[in-house]
């Protein structure tokens, strides 16, 4: 049997706290099958990028490269989340395009193909994710690589016009065509692709999902909604009850109703806009106010980055003036956490959330609020609220669909829920669970590496 080879530039290194979707999705894909997973390190290093750690824990082989600071902060600090990550985020204010992140980011792509390459076997798959490496199966194929190479675009892909506004945006994004199968999380991001192929890549679409780059090679792509690790989470949130954190956050309630956010400290997720929608639920409807208690946890991330940084002083300021305007005596509006939790401790307390706040401005899928879902307790389940803009809104149509920017819809939209009889919360989780049961991270994968080894070489 073929070997299952991973890269990415986040790896979850056995041990390490990880808040992510893709870290956490790719643990729970790599422990059913084994294989190697290969990435950053996580280190950054005073001298040149290119030190290999290997490391193995059952079936899973890592081997991981460390950088240095001058290439971690052009490639990862700087075109990926300060030139992509905007841009993939429909976020063209944000942008920040510069010729030296991005030939940090060729060099990076480049070294790690360089270290890749001479440890692959002919037969391998390799499956590469998200916007970090986009132009690696160009760089491997370079150096003699023959093994099918995949592709799996974790977030959002924007308007093909939006792409071409990307100084030399053929790099990253006409390489992809490199690739023998590209995935995506939704049919839009699918569709979009195909459209920039079609009019900046100078590629065609033979029919849908078989592509042609400008050469005339072939190459497929498709849709892949990725799911999570559905029993697990579901029997950990069973479990979780009797955790002290989930016990304590349960007692310090004092019998009110939980609603819940759960997100990386990131702006595409539109928290400040989550936090005002919550002020606005407290001044529209103030019958329900000391009902309802608002936790959100963000572990910070990127902190290297600019615009991370503002957005957590922005939050920190909104959180304050909030409670400070609205707060009672026995009673706070707005938990704000930048902790990470693990899942053991986090399922408790999506099941004890009587409200789940999902509301990103855009998303490419958010496994928060199928983790959500999962963690219900079937006698009693609580109620998604879920941005539009979330890939997951195409599956999850049980949950009350909002547009994240519409702070008065958002805010009725709470009250609702709140007041939502049981009856109708059990009608709206039943096949939102049943989806995320069957369509759940292994049948992800499964797909994807059939619809890879399908391909023809
Ligand atoms: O690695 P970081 O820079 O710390 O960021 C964490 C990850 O964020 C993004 O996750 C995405 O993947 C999820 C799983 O498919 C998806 O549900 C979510 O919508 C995406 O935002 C990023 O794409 C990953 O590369 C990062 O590792
Ligand atoms: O304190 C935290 C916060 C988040 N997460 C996990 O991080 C992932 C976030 O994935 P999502 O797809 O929602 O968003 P991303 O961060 O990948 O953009 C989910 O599995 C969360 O359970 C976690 O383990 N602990």
Request: glycine content about 8%.
């Amino acid at each position: 049997m073929s070997r299952l080879v991973v890269v990415s530039n986040r790896v979850a290194l056995p041990g390490s706290d990880q808040a992510g979707g893709l870290a956490v999705a790719l643990n729970a894909a790599l422990q059913e099958t084994g294989g190697l997973w290969f990435g950053w390190s996580g280190r950054i290093v005073r001298g040149a990028s290119g030190e290999l750690h290997e490391q193995r824990e059952g079936d899973i082989a890592y081997l991981t490269v460390d950088l240095s600071k001058d290439d971690f902060d052009g490639y990862y600090n700087g075109f990926a989340n300060r030139t992509l990550w905007p841009l993939l985020h429909f976020r063209p204010d944000l942008v920040d395009y510069n010729r030296e992140t991005q030939a940090a980011y060729r060099r990076v792509n480049a070294l790690f193909a360089e270290k890749l390459a001479s440890e692959l076997r002919p037969d391998d798959i390799v499956w590469v994710h998200d916007y970090h490496l986009m132009p690696l199966a160009q760089e491997l194929r370079k150096r003699g690589v023959k093994s099918r190479l995949g592709f799996f675009l974790h977030v959002p892909l924007p308007s093909a016009d939006l792409i071409a506004a990307l100084p030399n945006h053929q790099l990253p994004f006409g390489a992809l065509t490199a690739y023998d199968l590209l995935g995506f999380q939704t049919q839009r991001d699918l569709e979009r692709f195909q459209d920039y192929l079609r009019l900046y890549a100078g590629g065609k679409v033979l029919r849908q999902g078989v592509l042609q780059d400008r050469d005339g090679r072939q190459f497929h792509a498709g849709v892949f909604p990725i799911g999570i690790d559905t029993p697990v989470i579901a029997e950990l949130a069973a479990d979780a009850v009797r955790k002290s954190g989930v016990r304590r956050l349960k007692s310090s309630l004092a019998g009110r109703a939980l609603a819940i956010g759960v997100d990386r400290l990131d702006y595409s997720k539109g928290i400040p806009e989550r936090f005002r929608a919550f002020a606005r639920f407290l001044e529209r409807h103030p019958d329900q106010r000391g009902k309802l208690t608002f936790l959100q946890i963000a572990p910070v991330s990127r902190g290297g980055v600019n615009e991370y940084r503002a957005l957590r002083r922005e939050l920190e300021q909104l959180a304050g003036h909030i409670n400070g305007g609205l707060a009672e005596p026995d009673w706070t509006p707005v938990r704000y956490v930048n902790r990470n939790y693990p899942h053991a401790t986090l399922t408790g307390f999506y099941r004890m959330a009587r409200i789940a706040l999902v509301t990103p401005l855009r998303d490419g899928m958010n496994l928060v609020a199928k983790e959500f879902v999962a963690a219900q307790d079937p006698e009693d389940p609580g109620v998604l609220i879920l941005s539009s803009f979330a890939g997951a809104a195409r599956e999850l149509d049980g949950a009350m669909q909002v547009n994240p920017y519409d702070l008065d819809g958002v805010a009725d939209t709470i009250s609702e829920a709140l007041e939502m009889p049981l009856d109708e919360r059990q009608r709206r989780w039943r096949p939102m669970m049943e989806r995320v049961s069957r369509y759940d991270i292994h049948a992800w994968r499964r797909d994807f590496l059939a619809a890879l080894a399908a391909t023809p070489r």
